[in-house]
Nanobody, 125 residues
Framework: VQLQAYGGGLVQAGGSLRLSCAAS????????MGWFRQAPGKEREFVAA????????YYADSVKGRFTISRDNAKNTVYLQMNSLKPEDTAVYYC???????????????????WGQGTHVTVSS
């Protein structure tokens, strides 16, 4: 399974970015997908997750109301729309895949099986 994340960049506070993560080598529609981020000197943290069908979505409190996770199973792609960006959103963003065997959608990085290479997001004040 390969995950390719892209769409990061430099944006001013209050701006928007859309991250994409394209999957290959798997039956994408059988995987829950998550976005995580890691800022310099900090641990990797959960941002958002979506179930294999898209019916269940979870968000970290810090991004709720500003970020939206979605997926297109026909395109094997998961998205993270980020609005009202803040300097504290600056981090490397990673997408991850977890084989779905139930209705449980994880927020824990260690429970995800595959990871993309990360895309940098920098929000200037």
């Amino acid at each position: 399974v390969q995950l390719q994340a892209y769409g990061g960049g430099l944006v001013q506070a209050g701006g928007s970015l859309r991250l994409s993560c394209a999957a290959s080598g798997c039956s994408f529609s059988t995987y829950d997908m998550g976005w995580f981020r890691q800022a310099p000197g900090k641990e990797r943290e959960f941002v958002a997750a979506i179930s294999w069908r898209g019916g269940i979505r979870y968000y970290a409190d810090s991004v709720k109301g500003r970020f939206t996770i979605s997926r297109d199973n026909a395109k094997n792609t998961v998205y993270l729309q980020m609005n009202s960006l803040k300097p504290e959103d600056t981090a490397v963003y990673y997408c991850a895949a977890r084989y779905s065997g139930s209705y449980y959608v994880s927020k824990e990085p260690y429970q995800y099986d595959y990871w993309g290479q990360g895309t940098h997001v920098t929000v200037s004040s």
